[in-house]
């Protein structure tokens, strides 16, 4: 076996020691990295080092046992020796026929440095991990839900004890209740609170797509497959929370496969073999009747007990009408701020507010006062500037004289926080002119700050 001038010149330029025997054992070749190694431990130049056997030069050397096996022998650890670290062994076969072996040494030093390397690099994912988490990830907590109706603090009473646990979460809720604010809420109140969150709708992807989305590939997986693979959401968002809106439109291949993740806590990218550790919570969420999916097998069962281990049902804005006036006014602050001028909202259009029925929830909620706001260049949104559909709806209930009176109190509340606007000096001569104390003026208007 005899290798031409650009094979040694390539073993010549490597950090690597390479050395490689004939089926003798004999020493056909030594790169310039391994002969140094030779001449360090010998004190000095030990010479030409081609037609030797290995043995005779390095008695305890293994690279003859590949010979008597066949077979690769690799990261085979040589502690005894202190100028390496591992060693990789491999058959040499031409046509079928063992015609040698080969090894490559790591020394130390170069395996320390690649460490550093890799530690350097992980700590930097780790890092633009977390700045894209402060950036566009968890951003909202428990003190974002308002609740106040009896359904809401319930609820958010359940999603704040689950959130110190590390179980698997359901989220149910009709579009545009708040189910991605729960699920941050969540995160932020566990202990993946300093790991990332990362969301994703399942509805916006075919099951390919969302395959390789949630699990990565490996570079060649499939044609259009970038250079060197992706890492799938399962993996970057380790050490943290991964959300999974829409869930039931997930394809029921893909199903099953985010089952066995779930299961053994383990993943295979798409192309690949080898399988990924993952240590990720995962919180789900629908807008359907899943249990109803089920039965009509567009969802697997075993995947919709695994997920339900803890079911949030977050109730629709109808079935939780004492929470709108807050909703409105915790919007109705965020807009005076957007839009410089206080805005407030009479107490006739807050009555069509909480008759109406709400098929957009909080969603909708928030587009209509953003609408209204634009229309109200005095900042004060009566029901002229509600759109049709709240205009034209049925008759508020009737309400009794406590109601009214509540009522009566908050429109002058709001028309002297108007005048003075929404600061706490503001309030201060709102309350002063009222006769009443500040702390009675904040009880009047549930606590809030307007």
């Given at each position: 076996m005899e290798l031409n001038e650009d094979a040694r010149a390539i073993f010549d330029a490597m950090r690597e020691g390479i050395t490689i025997i004939d089926t003798e054992g004999r020493i056909v070749f030594g790169n310039l990295a391994y002969r140094a190694f030779l001449n360090k431990e010998a004190g000095g130049d030990i010479g030409p080092i081609e037609g030797y056997r290995l043995r005779d030069l390095r008695p305890g050397a293994r690279l003859p046992e590949v010979l008597e096996t066949g077979q690769p022998h690799l990261h085979i650890t040589r502690q005894e020796i202190q100028d390496f670290y591992f060693v990789n062994m491999y058959p040499i076969y031409r046509d079928g026929e063992l015609r040698g072996g080969l090894s490559v040494v790591t020394f130390l030093d170069d395996a320390y440095r690649t460490r550093e390397e890799l530690d350097a690099m992980e700590?930097?994912?780790?890092?633009?991990?977390?700045?894209?988490?402060?950036?566009?990830?968890?951003?909202?907590?428990?003190?974002?839900?308002?609740?106040?109706?009896?359904?809401?603090?319930?609820?958010?009473?359940?999603?704040?004890?689950?959130?110190?646990?590390?179980?698997?979460?359901?989220?149910?809720?009709?579009?545009?209740?708040?189910?991605?604010?729960?699920?941050?809420?969540?995160?932020?109140?566990?202990?993946?609170?300093?790991?990332?969150?990362?969301?994703?709708?399942?509805?916006?992807?075919?099951?390919?797509?969302?395959?390789?989305?949630?699990?990565?590939?490996?570079?060649?997986?499939?044609?259009?497959?970038?250079?060197?693979?992706?890492?799938?959401?399962?993996?970057?968002?380790?050490?943290?929370?991964?959300?999974?809106?829409?869930?039931s439109e997930m394809d029921l291949g893909l199903q099953a496969k985010?089952?066995?993740?779930?299961?053994?806590?383990?993943?295979?990218?798409?192309?690949?073999?080898?399988?990924?550790?993952?240590?990720?919570?995962?919180?789900?969420?629908?807008?359907?009747?899943?249990?109803?999916?089920?039965?009509?097998?567009?969802?697997?069962?075993?995947?919709?007990?695994?997920?339900?281990?803890?079911?949030?049902?977050?109730p629709p804005l109808r079935e939780r009408t004492e929470d709108i006036p807050f909703l409105a006014q915790d919007i109705l602050e965020e807009l005076s701020h957007k839009l410089r001028r206080p805005l407030v909202l009479t107490d006739e259009a807050m009555e069509l507010f909480q008759a109406y029925d709400w098929p957009g929830n909080v969603r909708e909620l928030r587009n209509i006062l953003e609408f209204s706001a634009y229309l109200a260049p005095g900042g004060v949104i009566s029901v002229d500037m509600l759109p049709g559909r709240q205009r034209h709806q049925k008759e508020a209930p009737h309400l009794t004289l406590a109601q009214k009176t509540k009522q009566f109190e908050r429109r002058e509340i709001e028309k002297l926080l108007h005048k003075y606007g929404s600061t706490l000096e503001g309030k201060k001569k709102a309350a002063a002119e009222l006769g009443i104390s500040l702390a009675s003026l904040y009880n009047k208007i549930g606590g809030k700050k307007m």
């Open positions: 700590a930097k994912s780790k890092q633009v991990l977390n700045r894209i988490n402060k950036a566009n990830g968890a951003r909202y907590t428990f003190d974002d839900i308002t609740a106040h109706s009896s359904a809401t603090l319930q609820v958010k009473e359940l999603a704040e004890k689950i959130a110190a646990t590390d179980a698997t979460v359901l989220l149910e809720a009709e579009s545009g209740a708040g189910k991605e604010l729960y699920a941050q809420a969540i995160h932020n109140a566990s202990p993946r609170r300093d790991g990332v969150f990362v969301a994703i709708n399942c509805s916006n992807f075919n099951g390919e797509l969302l395959d390789s989305e949630l699990f990565g590939y490996v570079e060649g997986a499939f044609t259009g497959a970038k250079r060197k693979g992706k890492m799938g959401l399962f993996e970057a968002a380790y050490g943290g929370t991964l959300f999974l809106d829409e869930i985010l089952l066995r993740a779930l299961q053994e806590r383990r993943i295979r990218p798409v192309g690949g073999v080898k399988e990924i550790d993952i240590d990720v919570r995962v919180i789900a969420a629908c807008n359907v009747d899943l249990e109803r999916y089920v039965r009509e097998g567009k969802f697997r069962k075993d995947l919709y007990y695994r997920l339900n281990t803890v079911p949030i049902h977050i």
